[in-house]
């Protein structure tokens, strides 16, 4: 598929569209937290992916630490845009909020909270960081194809992951207001058992 993509081949590209679109929203999902931005995300990542095919390596594996390496850094983009949207409108008079009363759904509420609970851990995480986690842990990159993803060299994947594993932990700590209880190989329980999920090693 990599040569047919690298070719200019439409039916390829919507192939490699069917293949890794989902995989492309819920990294962006993760990173920003937002539906609508994940769609946006989405949707500009395989625009770019379509404009740099021509820059595409002729051998390689898989697509997918490609597709996820450019959904980062438009996620990255979307955050600040964000940041610089919240920070214009705190600025201006603030308007009245008006309740919402349409139906919500409970599982709907659950994922909201819960990836509510995991952004607001993220946004504590130094960008390399956030962007090392959710390709190797949500995204299940191992650390070859992250620092494929990434561009950057294996032992910087794997010094930023631990980092940002141990800030996760500490601020599941500090949310509970103390430690919580640790298996025998020291992973927390609950909401902070996503950043001490395994990570695949790198392949041959």
């Not at 979307?78 to 214009?88: C, E, Q």
């Not at 990434?150 to 509970?176: H, N, Q, W």
Request: hydrophobic share 40%; aromatic share 6%.
């Amino acid at each position: 598929m990599r040569e047919r993509v690298r070719a200019g081949e439409r039916e390829a590209f919507a192939e490699l569209y069917e293949r890794y679109a989902q995989a492309v929203h819920q990294h962006a999902l993760w990173l920003t937290g937002d539906r609508a931005s994940a769609e946006d995300i989405m949707s500009e990542t395989f625009l770019t992916a379509w404009q740099a095919r021509a820059r595409l390596h002729d051998d390689g594996g898989s697509l997918r630490p490609w597709l996820l390496g450019i959904a980062t850094h438009k996620a990255e983009n979307a955050r600040r845009s964000l940041r610089r949207r919240l920070a214009f409108l705190a600025r201006q008079r603030q308007s009245p909020v008006v309740e919402d009363f349409a139906p919500a759904v409970a599982g709907r509420i659950d994922d909201a909270r819960r990836l509510e609970a995991v952004q607001s851990a993220l946004d504590r995480l130094r960008r390399h960081e956030r962007e090392v986690l959710s390709l190797c842990v949500w995204s299940g990159l191992d650390y070859r194809q992250t620092a494929e993803a990434l561009g950057v060299p294996i032992g910087t994947v794997r010094s930023r992951l631990s980092r940002a594993r141990a800030k996760l932990a500490r601020f599941a700590d500090e949310a509970e207001g103390n430690p919580e209880p640790r298996t025998a190989r020291g992973e927390m329980k609950g909401e902070a058992a996503l950043a001490a999920l395994p990570v695949r090693e790198e392949t041959a």
